[in-house]
């Protein structure tokens, strides 16, 4: 059932996305006047940052079921203690490593990346290990909801790659950049 309704959020996501770009589109094509590039380049960049948001709150969403998955395995008796305590200091740490949308770049991404999926193997690896496991139906539900999640961290970010690409693009064409210069972007992709 989650599954659908992230589809559905995603889905409605991009039907607004769309449409403000086939406004900017229209916008553009009815004038060239100053106001209307502005326009355009203003619903873009709403577009970048409405995505951006999205991420975030699904990455959060994941953090925050991460921390309660390892609350719920504290309370089986025979758990892995020290294991529990290392794991939940590294959840804790994890939004410090998360890039910006000033630092976003490859090497960041897949840093953060490489860091979320190891957490989460051995995450998930403490939970199936857990004797007793079984009478505690909501770390089921829970690691589900991260998988969920973390699917849909990969989604908002090409999204927003998209958006970014077309920002830049955009500016790109308003604001030459001088001879010799390299010009900076205000959205990274």
């Not at 190891?118 to 998930?124: E, H, I, R, S, Y």
Request: with cysteine; net charge negative.
């Amino acid at each position: 059932m989650k599954i659908n309704s992230y589809l559905v959020a995603f889905l409605l996501a991009l039907t607004v996305f769309s449409c403000k770009e086939n406004s900017a589109k229209k916008t553009e094509k009815s004038g060239t006047s100053d106001n209307a590039a502005l326009s355009h380049l203003q619903a873009l960049g709403d577009s970048c940052n409405k995505a951006w948001e999205m991420m975030m709150s699904s990455d959060d969403q994941k953090i925050k079921d991460l921390q309660r998955l390892l609350q719920e395995i504290s309370y089986i008796p025979g758990h892995n203690e020290q294991e529990l305590e290392r794991l939940s200091q590294q959840v804790k740490e994890l939004p410090a490593k998360r890039y910006t949308q000033e630092t976003m770049t490859s090497e960041n991404i897949d840093a953060y990346d490489n860091a979320t999926d190891a957490l989460l193997k051995t995450v998930f690896d403490l939970k199936r290990n857990t004797k007793g496991i079984e009478n505690y139906t909501l770390t089921g539900e829970l690691e589900t909801s991260i998988r969920e999640a973390d699917g849909m961290v990969v989604n908002y970010r090409v999204l927003y790659d998209s958006w970014a690409d077309k920002y830049n693009a955009s500016l790109a064409k308003i604001t030459p950049a001088p001879e010799g210069t390299d010009k900076k972007l205000k959205f990274a992709i």
